[in-house]
């Protein structure tokens, strides 16, 4: 069974950095990943991309600020996040695609101060 687990969400000062990871359990297949975040009251927003081939895509909101990436042995994701601002509060989600199956994580917290 496909677990994806998100770690390293927390609370930090505007301008601040937080490395957010996501590790994928119960597959040996290189997925494609996404994060998204979720605003209480609002829709779940797609963040960044990171295919199976490791081409990358942004929101505009988080480019320049935001890097996804993928450690070498595939099974796990990060985002590195930079001048974090007060409106990339939210909780963060990864999600890995296969086959037309989508498996989410359970969410990491991101709460940035002014």
């Known amino acids: 069974q496909v677990q994806l687990q998100e770690s390293g969400g927390g609370s930090v000062q505007a301008g601040g950095s937080l490395k957010l990871a996501c590790v994928v359990s119960?597959?040996?297949?290189?997925?494609?990943m996404d994060w998204y975040r979720q605003i209480p009251g609002k829709q779940r927003e797609w963040v960044a991309t990171i295919t199976n081939e490791d081409k990358t895509d942004y929101v505009a909101s988080v480019k320049g600020r935001f890097t996804i990436s993928r450690a070498n042995t595939g099974n796990t994701m990060f985002m590195q996040m930079n001048n974090l601002k007060p409106e990339d509060t939210a909780v963060y989600y990864c999600?890995?695609?296969?086959?037309?199956?989508?498996?989410w994580g359970q969410g990491t917290q991101v709460v940035v101060s002014a």
């Open positions: 119960g597959t040996v297949f290189r997925m494609t």
């Open positions: 999600r890995g695609e296969r086959l037309g199956k989508y498996y």
